[in-house]
């Protein structure tokens, strides 16, 4: 613990100068407004502003994109709790109850609840990864391509199975977004899948695009017939940012349960914010005495994924810094530029470069900090979007969504399947059908097949490694708990009435 504490000081007398002081703030600032941008998330934002840190050092350069990229989750759930559109997947969840609340009056509490979950989920993560960054990532380690493919299995089945009522509907959206995410070429055959001779189609459907399309356009249809009947009122009242003692009583337990969630999910390679902030969003309602509340405004359905969202991207900074392993597509991105800034990030960078690897932990805890400072003020600007009258905020969010499309991937054949999915989500909702398991289907599918297809690969051909080792078992099992939990949860409480 000396040795730690020691440490962490020399890494604070880096980070506290003017200089890095001054970086963490901009990464900070820029970071966030990139997130509220649709179609813009992190990894978008670290390589966009890349060119900004080839003149530093390779401290200030890993400050600076670290500020950038958590700068970006806190901003990732401003538009999806405004507007209904998520910056990233990452800030998916916070659509599901943060968008009710905007719409009951509470974007105020919607929004300092996101910062404080984001802010504490951040600190405690980066306390364990001071802590117990070498053990978290020799133990992620062990999970193989058959440990991955299931910890994907579980996350799909849990978020599929999230309500009860829905669990037929949430498992026909999760096989439509696994459907849509084997559209293109396939990597291992070379066979175009689904693409009807459309050459864009071969490099697959961006997941960025469903999303935009399912929230954003999906919003926009849903709410056409208000807008044009001038039945949708723009809100003219605001309160202070903050929130009540009854939302804080609510919600501190789970953010403190689903910090160690989002820290664990975001240190395995590939797993990422989007699937931690989805199963912390499960967990809680699963655990709530009323889980029919949640996706009405219930303060507690963001508060948690809020706080997993920011523990996965400190989470994803372990295998890169411990490893040399890019866990997310960010920390693709920041490894490449420490490379060639003439770091080689890895498990000789505690012992031989201390001051970096103990400078950006202690930016880290100084980031956070900032950017809740930065990001409760800020939100009271921030909520005064809803005062736009809705006959120009809508335009401008469909605005926003083509623009964000364009920026992906250059494409124009991203702005039809942006109409197409669209209308989609536009009949989804209608039919009450869950759209979160299509997002995530689309967004892990690719990865699950490979996975799938790798084990079967090592095990020439044999299911058994799908049974192999504890790992693999434990997450069997919590698949099964996943899908059956709401029914035994009934069961018991039924038994224990007619008992009563």
Not at 99 to 120: T, V
């Amino acid at each position: 613990m000396d040795v730690i504490l020691n440490n962490l000081i020399v890494g604070f007398q880096t980070a506290l100068t003017p200089g890095h002081l001054f970086w963490i703030t901009i990464g900070g600032i820029l970071g966030t407004i990139i997130g509220m941008l649709p179609g813009l998330g992190p990894a978008t934002g670290v390589a966009v502003l890349l060119p900004m840190t080839f003149s530093m050092g390779p401290v200030t350069s890993l400050i600076t994109m670290c500020g950038i990229y958590y700068g970006a989750m806190f901003g990732g759930s401003r538009s999806s709790i405004l507007i209904n559109t998520p910056g990233d997947g990452a800030a998916l969840a916070a659509t599901f109850d943060g968008y009710p609340m905007s719409q009951q009056g509470r974007a105020e509490a919607a929004l300092a609840m996101s910062a404080i979950a984001s802010f504490i989920g951040g600190i405690i993560a980066t306390v364990f990864m001071t802590l117990v960054a070498n053990p978290v990532a020799n133990f992620a380690l062990r999970f193989g391509p058959a440990e991955y493919f299931l910890l994907m299995v579980t996350a799909l089945s849990a978020t599929a199975s999230m309500s009860k009522k829905n669990l037929v509907r949430g498992f026909i959206s999760m096989i439509l977004g696994l459907m849509i995410s084997t559209v293109g070429l396939d990597s291992q055959s070379g066979i175009n899948r689904f693409t009807f001779g459309v050459l864009e189609l071969q490099t697959g459907i961006d997941f960025l695009v469903v999303i935009i399309a399912i929230y954003a356009l999906g919003e926009v249809f849903k709410c056409f017939k208000e807008i044009h009947e001038g039945k949708k009122k723009a809100q003219t009242k605001f309160g202070k940012i903050w929130i009540t003692k009854e939302d804080w009583k609510k919600s501190w337990l789970p953010i403190l349960r689903s910090t160690p969630l989002g820290f664990f999910v975001g240190a395995l390679p590939g797993a990422g914010g989007t699937m931690a902030s989805l199963m912390a969003y499960n967990n809680e309602k699963q655990l709530a005495k009323n889980p029919d509340d949640f996706g009405k405004g219930e303060i507690v359905g963001l508060a948690a994924p809020e706080a997993a969202n920011n523990a996965a991207s400190v989470g994803a900074l372990i295998p890169m810094l411990t490893l040399g392993i890019p866990g997310s597509g960010t920390t693709a991105v920041m490894m490449g530029a420490l490379l060639m800034l003439g770091l080689q990030p890895g498990p000789l960078l505690f012992t031989q470069h201390p001051d970096i690897a103990w400078g950006l932990i202690a930016s880290m805890f100084l980031g956070n900090m900032l950017l809740a400072i930065i990001n409760i003020p800020l939100a009271g600007l921030l909520v005064r979007v809803l005062s736009i009258p809705p006959k120009i905020l809508y335009p401008i969010v469909l605005g926003l969504a083509f623009i964000g499309t364009f920026a992906i991937s250059n494409s124009v054949i991203d702005f039809y399947l942006l109409v197409i999915f669209g209308l989609m989500g536009y009949f989804m909702k209608n039919a009450g059908i869950p759209t979160a398991p299509l997002i995530l289907g689309v967004i892990v599918g690719n990865k699950m097949e490979i996975s799938f297809r790798q084990a079967l690969i090592i095990s020439d051909g044999s299911y058994r490694i799908f049974v192999a080792s504890p790992v693999a078992i434990v997450l069997i099992i919590l698949t099964v708990i996943s899908v059956a939990y709401p029914f035994l949860k009934d069961y018991f409480k039924n038994t224990k009435e007619i008992t009563a």
